[in-house]
């Protein structure tokens, strides 16, 4: 008996980063319209709480202590009652660049061609950010994301000897419940790689072999915009994937950015982040979707080749006339 994989590895997955990659903003900005608060300001008070607390002998991470400085913000009254679901309603305010959301839909159009018909190809896409995940949520491009992996808040958290029946108290945000920074955010592409989104019985520390993984690494193309996205760019280039980053067309040095990353060998391609039709960055990433899907099948005759043992053909049994 011929033994099944354990997914059919027809998904092609576009993981994006979110900031100026999607947005040309920071995601937290109609946050800070909302609340009358001065984004500059904060970002600079965010610069400089790693030398703070360090005098404490305490230690934080750069690219996520804005998360507890959010919740300083609330405590002390700059964001009233911002709760989850405030988040989520300030998401909607989320401006994007030219051509978003609507390539997302276009780039899965293209595994329903004809030239892929019958073959069940899917393409799905994914947020991996350090950002907050209930203001992705609430975006224009909720709708069409297969998952979301960003940092997240607790509002009224559980008192000891809690009743677990119970549902969550509501009200302001008050605790972290997870966050992603630019080393964490590999796992999730590992957690892509493995399924565990859609597999609840795997996890992703489980073990098993490439070929039994719902999303190769192969299949996947990795969208982002600056050096914080090293280490995402490194794994998903280390197994076979592909990397593309963006910068905005209106900004010097964001272009320098992505020409340093190049220049290093960090990513495969960039362009600018215009994702309407006809634009570099959109026939890029069409091509290589349409070489992933193309291949996909290809690899699925050849096994098919392998496994299948082809019976006998007729034989010509009529006698040849050899000429001259």
């Not at 029946?165 to 955010?185: C, V, W």
């Not at 215009?274 to 570099?280: A, E």
Request: glycine share 8%.
């Amino acid at each position: 008996m011929v033994e099944k994989s354990l997914f059919p590895q027809n998904i092609i997955a576009i993981i994006w980063d979110f900031d100026r990659t999607l947005s040309p903003h920071y995601m937290q900005k109609p946050l800070f319209d909302a609340y009358d608060v001065d984004e500059a300001e904060f970002w600079r008070e965010v610069h400089q709480l790693p030398a703070y607390y360090k005098k404490a002998g305490i230690h934080v991470q750069s690219d996520t202590c804005y998360l507890g400085h959010l919740l300083s913000y609330v405590k002390h009254g700059r964001f009233r009652d911002l709760t989850n679901a405030k988040l989520r309603e300030l998401g909607a305010q989320i401006a994007f660049f030219p051509g978003v959301p609507d390539c997302l839909d276009q780039l899965k159009e293209i595994v329903r061609a004809k030239e892929f018909k019958g073959a069940n190809l899917q393409l799905e896409h994914y947020v991996v950010s350090t950002g907050l995940a209930e203001m992705i949520r609430g975006s224009v491009i909720a709708g069409k994301l297969d998952g979301v992996w960003a940092s997240e808040f607790i509002e009224e958290p559980a008192p000891p000897e809690a009743d677990f029946t119970q549902e969550p108290g509501r009200g302001p945000i008050s605790q972290i419940a997870g966050f992603l920074d630019n080393t964490t955010k590999t796992r999730a592409l590992f957690e892509i790689n493995k399924g565990v989104n859609r597999e609840a019985s795997i996890s992703v520390n489980d073990a098993f072999p490439e070929e039994d993984r719902r999303v190769p690494f192969r299949h996947m193309i990795y969208v982002a915009d600056g050096p914080s996205d090293i280490p995402s760019f490194s794994v998903v280039s280390k197994h076979g994937g592909m990397t593309y980053a963006v910068y905005d067309p209106e900004s010097e040095s964001q272009f320098a950015q992505v020409v340093a990353l190049d220049e290093q060998g960090r990513v495969q391609a960039f362009g600018p982040a215009d994702y309407r039709p006809g634009s570099q960055t959109m026939m890029w990433l069409t091509m290589k979707v349409k070489g992933l899907a193309r291949q996909i099948m290809e690899d699925r005759r050849t096994v098919l080749n392998k496994r299948v043992g082809r019976g006998p053909s007729h034989v010509d049994d009529q006698p040849r006339t050899d000429e001259g």
